[in-house]
Structure formats: structure tokens, C-alpha cells
């Protein structure tokens, strides 16, 4: 049972640093060649950069705390936000996640479809909010046939 | 795959697009250097028997790396530094040597804050016509 008493729960946040490097490897794993990630001295980020914050989190997200059943949980997507350009190569970051909303909707093929709705924060060393990832989850009546969906990590 | 003269005011109208991003075959190599890049560990992606014991038939690719895919098609048509909005939502899987194709299209240009903007409507989809990213996004236009 999902626990909507979650909604406005912060996790403690951690701080990240956003490098040239890093940049460059990301983009080419997705398989840009566009030179302002490449050539550029300062690059600006990917869109989808932020997920890299992987690397610097120590974990602990709001997750457990709302109690999903995770063998039932599908990913509903992704929405990045910018406050101007993605943070360039040597910006300090700090993450933050809280959980948003916790909604419930009835599904096509009966039974009940949980909505959590996460939004991490990025703030640059001013405190100055630069970027947001909002992350939908949904977890369904029933756990979803072998081969249909995989939640999807970091 | 390399950026070109950026797109001008003019030129996005609604309706407008780009010239198509097409994409693989992709491998299991592509999967295992996004999740190095990213972060993502998930055995499921590049683990055999993992995959099969979860009742697939072979691993499957990152949703994470076609999303950022087809954000590589956005931000070459559009600019790296001008993306303000990106947004996604997971369709089908994506499979070793499947190939895929970006595409957009401007739904809407307007004014807002000084700055001229353009919303988009995206999709990365499989050789077979099936939609793998439905996405969205909003570029400021300098």
C-alpha cells in the first residue's frame, strides 16, 4: 500500500560537480558529435545529462519510504527543466529530490494505477535553481507480464 | 550527426522539422558504454542469463539511451545550449540490432519572457514503425 503521507518528503540531497569529461563520454554514448559538447572549452550538458548524478548520490532516495511494490512498478517517464542553459562543465550542483505528488488512477484493464511523482532539484553554489528532473513512476494493480516492461534504474 | 548552421526564426514555423536522425544497428556495445556513462548498472541490459532468468530473450537496450538519442536529435537541430524543456515517455523495447529514427516537428512558436520559443513533438522509432520515446521539448530560438 503506497503511503501518500510521502508527499512533500525531501531526501538529505548531495552535491555533484558537472565535468568536461564526463560530458564528453556521455554524449558520445549517445551518440552526438555535435561540437558544442565535443570541441567546446566550457560545454554546456546533454539534456538528460543529470541522471549521471548517479555517480554522486549517497543513496537513500524517498523511495522506500512511500513503500511501492517494486516487482509492480513501471517507469512513466522523464521531464528535464532548465532555468537558462544546462549546466556547463564546472558547475557545482547540489541534488535534492522530493516526492510531488502520490495520485491514483483506474486502469484500462481494471484495477487500481499508482502515480508518484518525483522532482529533483539542481541548485548552482548561489542556491539559484538551474534544473529539475521529474520522474513519474506507476505502480500497477497487477505485476505486469514477463517481457512487457522493466523498471528502468537511475 | 554534427551540428550545422542553426535553425533561424524563420525557418521554424509550425510544421517544421528536421532532417531525420537514423541510428544502428544497435549492440550490445551501445548499451554497456551508455550504462558506463550513466550510471545505470541494471544486469538486465547487458547480463545474458540475467535477461533470460527475468523471462526475456536476450538483454535490451537503456530506455535512458534512446531518450538521450533522440535528445541528441533535438539539440543538433536546435542548439545545445537553447533547451529549456525535455520530456519522455517509454514505449517498446529496444533490442540489439534494432535501428532507430528520430524525428520532430515545431506544434508551436510564441514569444514569452523576451525570448521566442518553439515547442516540439518527438518520437524515436523502431525499423518496424513502433514508437520506442515519445517526447516533447521547448528550445529558445536566439
Known sequence: ????????????????????????EFARATKSGNPAYLDEPVPVSPPTFLVTNAFWSTGGGPFGRIGLDMRRVLDGGREFVFHGPPPAAGTKLTAQTRV???????????????????????????????????STVIETGQAPKSGANEKEEG | MTATVAATWDDLQEGASAEALVVGPLTRTDFVRYQGASGDFNPIHHD???????????VFSVGMLQAGILATYATDWLGAENVRTYGFQFREQVWPGDTLTCRGTVTNRYEEDGER?????????????????????TFVVS
Open chain 1, 1 to 24: 500500500m503506497v503511503d501518500k503521507s510521502a508527499i512533500g518528503m525531501t531526501d538529505d540531497g548531495f552535491d555533484m560537480v558537472v565535468e568536461r569529461g564526463k560530458i564528453r
Open chain 1, 100 to 134: 510531488d505528488d502520490i495520485y491514483e488512477k483506474e486502469g484500462k484493464r481494471g484495477g487500481t494505477m499508482t502515480f508518484v511523482v518525483t522532482v529533483q532539484e539542481f541548485r548552482d553554489e548561489t542556491g539559484e535553481l538551474v534544473a529539475e528532473m521529474r
Open chain 2, 48 to 58: 545474458e542469463e540475467y535477461a533470460k532468468s527475468a523471462g526475456f530473450p536476450t
Open chain 2, 117 to 137: 520559443r518553439v515547442d516540439l513533438e518527438l518520437a524515436c522509432t523502431r525499423q518496424d514503425g513502433g514508437t520506442a520515446i515519445k517526447g516533447w521539448a
